[in-house]
C-alpha cells in the first residue's frame, strides 16, 4: 500500500502550514499530521482564525450598516448574501461567536420552511419562515452543514432540516420515479427526470457532517442511497453512458464551492465516509494528473470566488486549499 506522502511529487506540508494562512495551517495540522485538538500548536492556529485573515475581515465587512440592508437577499444576494457567507466561514473553521450566531438565527427564522424544515431561496412574505415553494436541496445540504459547524446539531430546527433530506431527497436517474406532487413539482433542475447532481452532492455533505455515532438509521440508508447513486454515475460521467462526461464543470477545480462541486470536493466527502470504491478511480486519475512538479494544486474556477464579500484566491494560482483537499484524500485514500 502506497503511502500518501510517496504520491505527492514535492513535500509540500511546510507551505501548507505557513501562518499567513491560519485555516489552512489548522486543517494541515488535524487532518493531515493528526494532532491532537488539546496540541499547542493546534491550538493557536484555531485561536489565529479569528484573530487574522479572511474570516475577521467577513466578520468586519458584515457590521458595515450597509450590510444589514443585504438580509433579506441572504440567498439572491450571490454570493455576498448571509447564505453564501456562513458557508465560507465555516469551510474556513471560524468558530460560533455572537455575531455568527445572530446570522445563523436570522436564517432559521428567514429562511427555514416551516412545515417540514428544508430552507428556501426566499421568506414568506405572509406566514414569514422560508416559503415553501423555494425550497431547495442543495442549500438544504449547505444549511446542515454550516450549522452542524457552528454547533446546531442538538437543536431540533436543525434535526427537521436531517428530516427534510432524509423524507425528501429523491435520486431519479432519468426517469421520474417519484409522483409530481409537492415539492417534487417544483424546480424541475432540481428534482425531473434527473435529480439535480449538485443538489444530491450537498444533501451528502450536510448528513456526512453528523457525527456516525448519531446518525439514525434514515441518515445512514439516506447516505447509503446518496453514495450509491454518485458511484453509479463514477461521479462525474453519465451512469447511461459511462464514456461521456456528464458535468464537465466538474473538472476545474475550486474553492470555495457554493451550491457547485467538483470532482475533489466529491471525493473529499466520500473519503471522510470511508468509502473506497473501483468507480472512485476516475475522478482520482483527474485530480491526480493536476498535482505540479512542487506537489501542489491550482485554482482552475474563480466564478464564485469573485463575487465573495472577501474575495481571495486568482485562477491560475496555486491553491492552499485545493492542495489540502488533495492531500486529504489521498490520505484517506492510502489507508483505505
Given at each position: 500500500m502506497l503511502d500518501w506522502q510517496s504520491l505527492?511529487?514535492?513535500?509540500?506540508?511546510?507551505?501548507?502550514?505557513?501562518?499567513?494562512?491560519?485555516?489552512?495551517?489548522?486543517?494541515?495540522?488535524?487532518?493531515?499530521?493528526?494532532?491532537?485538538?488539546?496540541?499547542?500548536?493546534v491550538q493557536q492556529a484555531r485561536c489565529e482564525i479569528m484573530r487574522r485573515g479572511v474570516v475577521p475581515e467577513i466578520l468586519r465587512k458584515q457590521q458595515e450598516p450597509s450590510y444589514a440592508d443585504t438580509y433579506s437577499r441572504f440567498y439572491t444576494d450571490k454570493y455576498k448574501g448571509l447564505v453564501w457567507q456562513l458557508i465560507v466561514l465555516a469551510e474556513l473553521g471560524a468558530e460560533a461567536n455572537s455575531q455568527i450566531i445572530e446570522e445563523c438565527e436570522y436564517l432559521l427564522d428567514n429562511s427555514q420552511e416551516t412545515e417540514h424544515g428544508g430552507f428556501s431561496m426566499n421568506t414568506a412574505a405572509k406566514k414569514g419562515g422560508g416559503r415553501v415553494t423555494e425550497v431547495i436541496p442543495c442549500l438544504t445540504g449547505n444549511m446542515v452543514w454550516s450549522l452542524i459547524h457552528f454547533g446546531y446539531l442538538g437543536d431540533p430546527r436543525l434535526r427537521r432540516a436531517i428530516d427534510w433530506i432524509t423524507r425528501f431527497m429523491c435520486l431519479n436517474d432519468g426517469h421520474e420515479d417519484h409522483p409530481q406532487v409537492a415539492p417534487y413539482d417544483r424546480h424541475e433542475m432540481c428534482w425531473g427526470k434527473h435529480t439535480c447532481l449538485m443538489g444530491v452532492v450537498k444533501a451528502l455533505k450536510g448528513l456526512s457532517a453528523i457525527p456516525q455515532t448519531q446518525r439514525t438509521s434514515e441518515v445512514n440508508?439516506?447516505?447509503?442511497?446518496?453514495?450509491?447513486?454518485?458511484l453509479i454515475h463514477h461521479i462525474y460521467r453519465r451512469s447511461h453512458d459511462l464514456s461521456r462526461v456528464a458535468k464537465p464543470g466538474w473538472l476545474r477545480l475550486s474553492f470555495p464551492l457554493m451550491y457547485q462541486t467538483d470532482v475533489l470536493e466529491v471525493l473529499d466527502i466520500l473519503t471522510g465516509l470511508g468509502i473506497s470504491d473501483s468507480r472512485m478511480g476516475d475522478a482520482l486519475d483527474v485530480f491526480r494528473a493536476?498535482?505540479?512538479?512542487?506537489?501542489?494544486?491550482t485554482l482552475e474556477n474563480t466564478s464564485n470566488i469573485d463575487r465573495l464579500l472577501v474575495p481571495f484566491g486568482h485562477r491560475g494560482e496555486q491553491s492552499k486549499w485545493l492542495t489540502l483537499r488533495a492531500i486529504r484524500v489521498l490520505k484517506r485514500c492510502s489507508v483505505a
Open positions: 505527492l511529487k514535492a513535500d509540500t506540508v511546510d507551505w501548507l502550514l505557513e501562518e499567513e494562512n491560519p485555516s489552512v495551517r489548522y486543517f494541515t495540522l488535524t487532518d493531515i499530521l493528526d494532532r491532537p485538538a488539546h496540541d499547542p500548536e440508508d439516506t447516505i447509503g442511497k446518496i453514495v450509491d447513486f454518485l493536476k498535482q505540479d512538479d512542487m506537489g501542489r494544486w
